[in-house]
């Protein structure tokens, strides 16, 4: 009682990598609370195949249904499962990935459940909060920190009375790590009649394809990012021009991905990839917090701005002053002649 | 068969262009200084739904929304392009609404319509990216949900037949009605404006909108159509503990303007000379390869 669950995404017998990402910060918090982390996953035919997968992050306790029409995902039984065994197990904390799965099936169990969901947290901490209209005190409650509002601020957001509190994270926003300390590792395979009702196979999926993902922006030493500022679909190409001198990926922000010059894939930010590069080049970022979150933590960051009070200039480690269309091609006719 | 389609439509505003008077000095937002507009993907929702009507003779399409009484504009937006009617669900009891709260309104406007064979509405609002009230409008009504969809392709023997966006692909699904489907983006732009019937609904509004000295006050009585329907917490048979702010179980502890955390910074020009410098430096320290 008053664990944390992690629900895992799979796509077929493959555990989805924001799944361990997140049952390493869930084993996280179970430590600071004292608490056991517990994970579902459903699918079908999984049995013997996924628990590999999910245990090595440190988890206690793994349920693991497995049935008939649970793959590919719907959202009717998968919510049957979340809320039945919410009801039995009482957790304090349930987390998810900010997928097309996750929010999906996140709002539809919080409602079941009246309980609160905080959409695409780039923190979860664990801290006290006092509601001084209501003269109340709660300890050890779940901070959910996201950019809001476009991303123009961040909010600190609570649940303080309902039960789980409820989190969606992007995929890459934590990191994953394979647990060191001691887990209890048990495994069960509850029945899945039991849980989810007959009516609500009723959404059928007919017709189906997914292919890997085009690109490794996630996972890149080096991306070349790309905004507004960049100003047509033409000095785009230069950018992946660049990209390839550097062997980078490229990246965007929503403002390019709006204007049609770049696929929607590439979008770096709160409502995209999370990505950790060694280098990140922003050419022609002005640099709204949704698009910082998910690039902070690059190592060097160089920006590429006409607008010299640009705010990603401030966490800039060099800031190249002019448009891309005239430092993109000397950076490349640079790099070739340095390089060699 | 013909269809009674209700689209759920947000006014926000207009996150995409902030400019730098959009915060004030204290860190909170300055909405004044944003335009409030339709949220876009309600408006690629609002197309799916228009389609419906045009391929199912006799459907409806109606347009509910929830804010303060200038979101009449939504609605009357929606006329413009086809829709028949709409609703206003404008009261203080609902402000302050978290996701939860906002489709607990939402549901409870919906079974007061009555009927509704399909709820359609944008997959999120540009001011929350929460993505959350669809599906949970859709528990709360016991329906069936399609979230992400990029097209309704028919309705036929009680089945809707959806195409939608997955992580790494697509899928077509195929739901039994009533159901609620959200719609994403990258899904058909809305029709324009038609002149005929934004000559038409022009004037029309709620009541809250008027302030009783409009010219044209007089075609209010003789057009009962410009008189758009506006529904409080009372009017759709609402319980007040599950509206606005006490209906909501997440709370905002804190709101922080931005704080970057400043580095020392080495600017350079667009010459020549600087970039090969920089290029130089980058190569030396073993930053690029």
């Known amino acids: ?340 | 068969m013909s269809l009674k389609i209700v689209v759920l439509a947000k006014q926000v505003p207009d996150t995409r262009n902030v400019g730098k008077d959009a915060m004030t000095a204290e860190g909170t937002v300055n909405r004044a200084a944003l335009p409030a507009i339709f949220n876009p993907e309600d408006l690629n929702a609002l197309e799916q739904a228009l389609r419906l009507k045009e391929q199912n003779p006799g459907s409806t399409v109606g347009i509910l929304t929830m804010g303060p009484p200038r979101a009449g504009e939504i609605i009357r937006q929606g006329l413009y392009r086809g829709a028949d009617t709409g609703w206003l669900l404008t009261d203080r009891k609902f402000a302050g609404a978290d996701s939860l709260a906002t489709s607990y309104a939402l549901a409870t406007a919906i079974k007061k319509i009555g009927d509704v064979d399909i709820v359609l509405g944008g997959r999120q609002a540009i001011d929350g990216d929460t993505a959350q009230v669809g599906p949970q409008v859709a528990q709360k009504l016991g329906l069936n949900q399609v979230t992400y969809a990029e097209e309704v392709i028919k309705v036929e023997d009680g089945k809707a037949t959806i195409r939608r966006q997955i992580d790494g692909g697509v899928e077509t699904v195929v739901a039994p009605l009533p159901v609620v489907i959200t719609v994403n983006g990258s899904a058909a732009p809305v029709r324009p404006c038609n002149a005929k019937l934004t000559m038409k609904y022009k004037y029309a509004t709620c009541p809250m909108e008027r302030t009783g000295k409009e010219p044209w006050k007089e075609l209010y009585e003789s057009r009962p159509y410009l008189t758009l329907n506006q529904w409080s917490v009372a009017d759709v048979d609402g319980d007040e503990a599950q509206c606005g702010l006490s209906g909501s179980p997440t709370k905002v502890k804190a709101v922080q303007n931005i704080v970057f955390q400043a580095k020392e910074t080495k600017t350079i020009t667009d010459s020549d000379a600087d970039v090969d410098g920089l290029i130089k430096e980058l190569l030396d320290e073993k930053i690029i390869g």
């Open chain 1, 1 to 340: 009682m008053k664990n944390v669950f992690v629900y895992c995404e799979i796509e077929r017998t493959t555990v989805q990598e924001v799944s361990q990402e997140l049952l390493t910060k869930g084993r996280k918090l179970a430590n600071q609370l004292g608490v056991e982390l517990h994970a579902v996953v459903a699918g079908t035919d999984i049995k013997g195949k996924v628990e590999d997968q999910i245990l090595p992050y440190g988890v206690d306790k793994l349920f693991v249904f497995d049935g008939e029409g649970l793959f590919p995902y719907t959202s009717a039984p998968h919510t049957d499962i979340m809320v039945n065994l919410f009801k039995e197990e009482d957790p304090q904390i349930a987390l998810m990935g900010a997928t097309v799965i996750g929010r999906d099936l996140g709002p539809r169990v919080s409602s079941s459940l009246t309980s609160g969901l905080t959409a695409d947290c780039t923190q979860l901490e664990i801290g006290d909060y006092e509601d001084k209209k209501a003269g109340k005190k709660y300890d050890n409650i779940l901070y959910q920190i996201r950019p809001a509002f476009g991303g123009n601020i961040v909010a600190t957001i609570v649940n303080p009375d309902h039960r789980p509190q409820m989190a969606t994270v992007r995929s890459g926003v934590m990191q994953k790590a394979i647990y060191d300390g001691k887990a209890k590792g048990e495994v069960v395979y509850p029945e899945v009649g039991k849980y989810v009702s007959e009516m609500s196979y009723a959404v059928k999926v007919i017709d189906r394809h997914v292919e890997a993902a085009k690109n490794n922006l996630k996972g890149a030493a080096i991306v070349v990012a790309g905004g507004y500022g960049v100003g047509s679909k033409e000095n785009f190409d230069l950018l992946f021009q660049l990209a390839k001198e550097l062997h980078a990926e490229v990246g965007a922000s929503r403002a390019a991905v709006d204007a049609g010059w770049v696929e929607n894939d590439r979008q770096v930010g709160q409502t995209g990839v999370t990505v950790h590069p060694k280098v990140y080049i922003a050419c022609g970022i002005s640099g709204q917090i949704q698009h910082i979150a998910g690039m902070q933590d690059a190592g060097i960051i160089i920006s590429i701005n006409n607008d010299p009070d640009a705010p990603i200039n401030q966490i800039a480690d060099y800031v190249i002053n002019g448009t891309v269309g005239e430092v993109v091609p000397k950076l490349i006719k640079y790099y070739k002649q340095n390089s060699k």
